[in-house]
């Protein structure tokens, strides 16, 4: 089994940066697809933004395409979400998630991430 651990949650201002970090461990996959996700409670867990673990290809939710980045450093096995002019709306749980390799391009879908981190509270405030 993979195990993913977030981190780098917390407070910040309307317009402010937060840089998650997810720390990848366990069963390797040969090409995976890491990804965050948000959920505010009482709503659906929202997808944000995907990687390919090998390859290049990203993939963005309309909100947050030019103000989050994603990234990944292999040989650290640790996945980003750099996050910048947050909104009060990003205010979420993010979870980092993985998908194991059965899609050629990043994937949106919930159902299709096989691993889940516990999550890390993000509150930006007005």
């Known amino acids: 089994q993979a195990r993913l651990r977030e981190s780098g949650g917390g407070l910040a201002p309307s317009g402010g940066s937060l840089r998650l970090s997810c720390a990848v461990s366990?069963?390797?996959?040969?090409?995976?697809?890491l990804a965050w996700f948000r959920q505010v409670q009482g709503k659906e867990r929202e997808f944000v933004a995907a990687i390919q673990w090998h390859g290049d290809e990203t993939l963005y939710t309309d909100s947050v395409k030019g103000r989050f980045t994603i990234s990944r450093d292999v040989a650290a096995n640790m996945v980003y979400l750099q996050m910048n002019s947050l909104k009060p709306e990003d205010t979420g749980v993010y979870f980092c998630?993985?998908?194991?390799?059965?899609?050629?391009?990043?994937?949106?879908?919930?159902?299709?991430?096989?691993?889940w981190g516990q999550g890390t509270q993000v509150t930006v405030s007005t």
């Open positions: 366990g069963e390797t996959f040969s090409s995976p697809d």
């Open positions: 998630a993985l998908e194991i390799g059965g899609y050629p391009s990043p994937v949106s879908r919930v159902e299709d991430y096989d691993y």
